[in-house]
């Protein structure tokens, strides 16, 4: 009579059940919606500072006379440089300052690293950021018009 005074497991209703599936749901869907919604910020880009920022229209471009710089080892760079002005630039740049910067610049540079597209690319990079501030953003670019190598 010991069986017949018990009722059968299946007839028995689970306590917090329905709580636990309600729960584990609600945070499947906070994780999925969190998930892709960040996803989406990422993807998309939301609206930055470099959006709503116009790029400067160009101005006039002043071309430099070639320098001779001393790289390291003995070796030289002959270096000319063209500096891209911007419309709003009050006068045409006056490139000494930009001189002197390439001069700091390349100065003791080993010329292998000048022997690669990515070594050169990086200098410039480098270069062209110290000019625009340096002209207070009256330069929106450099051009190489000579670069050569002893």
Request: net charge negative; no cysteine.
């Amino acid at each position: 009579m010991a069986k017949d005074d018990k009722a059968p497991e299946g007839d028995a209703p689970k306590k917090g059940g329905k709580k636990k599936l309600l729960i584990i749901i609600i945070a499947a869907v906070l994780l999925l919606g969190g998930g892709g919604g960040g996803a989406y910020m990422m993807l998309a880009g939301g609206s930055s500072e470099e959006e709503t920022v116009a790029a400067p229209e160009p101005g006039a471009i002043v071309a430099l006379d070639p320098i001779t710089i001393n790289l390291a080892s003995g070796h030289y760079l002959k270096v000319g440089i063209a500096l891209q002005a911007t419309a709003t630039a009050a006068e045409e740049p006056d490139g000494s300052k930009a001189l002197n910067l390439a001069i700091d610049q390349y100065t003791n540079v080993e010329v292998a690293e000048l022997e690669t597209a990515e070594g050169r690319a990086k200098l410039k990079t480098e270069l062209e950021e110290k000019v625009k501030k340096a002209y207070e953003e009256e330069v929106m670019a450099i051009y190489y018009t000579t670069f050569v190598t002893q």
